[in-house]
């Protein structure tokens, strides 16, 4: 996602860790409202 945003202009870049590692290092975050949250399918494991 992050190539695709930087080819549209935008300054991307991936978080080595993601979202665990931005919440450790005590970056901020906004609340999603819940109406705005999609559930993503899960499969199951063979």
Do not use: C, S
Not at 7 to 25: C, M, P, Q, S
């Amino acid at each position: 996602m992050a190539h695709i945003l930087r080819e549209k202009g935008f300054d991307a870049r991936v978080i080595r860790g993601g979202l665990n590692a931005w919440k450790k290092a005590g970056l901020p975050l906004e609340d999603i409202p819940a109406d705005d949250m999609v559930k993503l399918p899960t499969f199951a494991r063979r």
